[in-house]
């Protein structure tokens, strides 16, 4: 903890210092963060990563494949499928990295808000060294996501020059030129009213657990795929497989995992907890953080059949698809893949109702991280917005939106 404010000078307000059990839980959590950090091992792994070296083996575990249960994944050959696995892998991060970006600039202004308090110098610190692995987490996304790129396709799919925070999060959103600039307004405005306001700066965290909660539960189950490396022989050689052999983007998977546990830690306690040593919110307050879970609530309305465990408006990402399965990889021609693409997104099948349970899984865990907050709404509480996901409502509208989605791929052209 920091020092102390002399007694005599004490303002009359709550300390953080007068909640002995919250101090001591961020004072564990950042100097466990800083025992366990992962930032030199996914430095290491990163610039150890050659794409040459793991292309012909699976990242993840085998549904999280791209369009893992559409057509696409039923008629593809087994080096097909160890593609489409590996894609989920940078189609998956490039989403991290969008959300990572905006983290490290709210983690900022957040901390800019909260520092004006007396002795809150611990938060401040636990957030500073959570930006820093952020920044490693997403140079160590980009090496692998970037090298694949340009060898599968010679040119970018899913992936984006780095780029600053006031960008959509949801990659691939239902967007439109006015929507985004509004998007960037309200950013702006957020992090604005963050570095002024200790109680938006603290629950500036829950919307931020919310989002990790979500994560957590695909990024759980990606690690696992390295911590059960070795637990069975190779299946084609019968050999006993040994970790150090596992491919370095399943190791990323796994590190970045280890450090966000903590950071959903920070969230929770900053959330939950720290938010006790400050005043009652204000109506304005109260309004502002609600409107931050809403907007959370928002950008999750979608489940992706795509890539099961993001929250994509798919039809904005068709274009994507369609690239995939016009690369050499695949070879198809235009009208082969755009019937694959509808017969993929546009008809029932098992990656609806896979994305769907992902989906409802997230809503059950937001409405318990939020459930005892008295501050936030109900229409918060019951994650009103997110309950209106549903497999028929997601297929009409791939349906209506099929040629709009497709529609950039007119001025496209094969590397
Ligand atoms: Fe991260
Ligand atoms: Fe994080």
Redesign the pocket.
Known sequence: MSAPTNHSLRRPEPSLLDDVPTAKKVAINLRRNKKQDHTQLLDEAAGAFEYAACKDEYWNPEKFSLCYGTPIWDQASESQRVLLNQLYWVAYYAQIISA?IA?IYFNQTSAAGLFGIEDFRTVCDMLDL?SS??RA?IAAFKKVSEAVEAEVFGQRVFTYPMRGPFHETMIYQDSSPFRRKFKRLQLRTFGLLSAGNAFIACQYFLVRGIR?LSGKIVQHQLSQYYTKYDREPDPVTGETKRKEDAPIPSKISYYHFC??SY?FNSSTIVSHDVVKSLPAPSAFEKFVTNLGVKGCQKDHRNFSSMVNGVFWFDPAAFAAVYKVLRSRAFGLDDKAARELIWDSFCKDNESFHLAQETHQTARESYKKYVAGLDFVSAENKKMAVMEKASVDAALRRNRRMYGRGLAPIRTWAPA
Do not use: G, L, N, S
């Open positions: 990572e983290t959570e692995q952020e987490h990790t450090d966000e950071h």
